[in-house]
């Protein structure tokens, strides 16, 4: 089974902090996928990033960078320099190995992050 | 390249009635998800199709729920029978298959409500 835990149910930071947020996984698969997506109030799902099970560099995007660490079966995600339109849901997923569990992605329940201005 | 896209985007019910969503992939998509998703919680997987092959169920998709992709192109869902607890968001995403991590691509939903 296959499971994510998002701890954060909710966060607020004040505009141009730093957040993190945080991702536990759990999987037997020896090869997996981690994705995070961003949920806006309009609700629609916006893909952000992928990672690879067998590729544990971390990465930055502009204001967003991402901690992937196998030891800990953690991936992170950080907003540096939070700013109004961040505001959301984050979602962290799993995508298991096709052969063991299947195409769906498993989701975490999510953290509502509030950036006040 | 439109996005998935889904009708109806907020659909208002009685419970027993029946209900029909539509999605439709990002074009050249060859695998379609349907996923649920409540109130305060991330979203569930109902069902996936390859083309027009229906590869896996999950046990929340119960017998008053039914999924087609007729000709591999858009999809439906139907619910009979409706009940409150099928209040939800109902998410379909696409992805192509022949991208090996196969990142999927969210429509934004049909909400529904069961009175």
């Known amino acids: 089974a296959q499971k994510v835990t998002q701890a954060q149910t909710e966060i607020s930071v004040v505009e141009k902090e730093d957040v993190t947020l945080d991702c536990v996984y759990e999987t037997r698969d020896t090869t997996y996928y981690l994705f995070w997506y961003k949920q806006p109030p309009s609700g629609e799902l916006v893909f952000l990033i992928r990672?690879?099970?067998?590729?544990?560099q971390n990465e930055i995007s502009g204001r967003y960078s991402w901690n992937f660490q196998k030891s800990t079966s953690s991936f992170n995600f950080t907003i540096t320099a939070s700013q109004v339109v961040d505001s959301a849901v984050y979602f962290c997923?799993?995508?298991?190995?096709?052969?063991?569990?299947?195409?769906?992605?498993?989701f975490g329940e999510g953290t509502q992050l509030t950036v006040n201005p | 390249d439109t996005g998935v896209s889904q009708d109806p985007r907020h659909k208002i019910t009685k419970r027993g009635q029946n209900v029909t969503f539509r999605c439709d992939p990002i074009?050249?998509?060859?695998?379609l998800y349907w996923y649920r998703q409540t109130l305060g919680q991330g979203p569930e997987f109902l069902t996936y199709f390859q083309n027009e092959a229906q590869l896996e169920k999950s046990r929340l998709l119960s017998d008053r729920f039914s999924a087609e992709r007729p000709k591999g192109s858009f999809s439906t869902l139907e619910i009979q029978r409706t009940e409150q607890g099928d209040s939800a968001m109902y998410l379909c995403?696409?992805?192509?298959?022949?991208?090996?991590?196969?990142?999927?691509?969210f429509g934004p939903g049909t909400r529904l409500t069961v009175l």
């Open positions: 995403a696409s992805s192509d298959k022949l991208v090996e991590f196969g990142e999927q691509f």
């Open positions: 997923a799993l995508r298991g190995q096709e052969e063991t569990s299947g195409s769906r992605l498993t």
């Open positions: 074009s050249e998509h060859n695998r």
């Open positions: 990672r690879n099970s067998f590729d544990e």
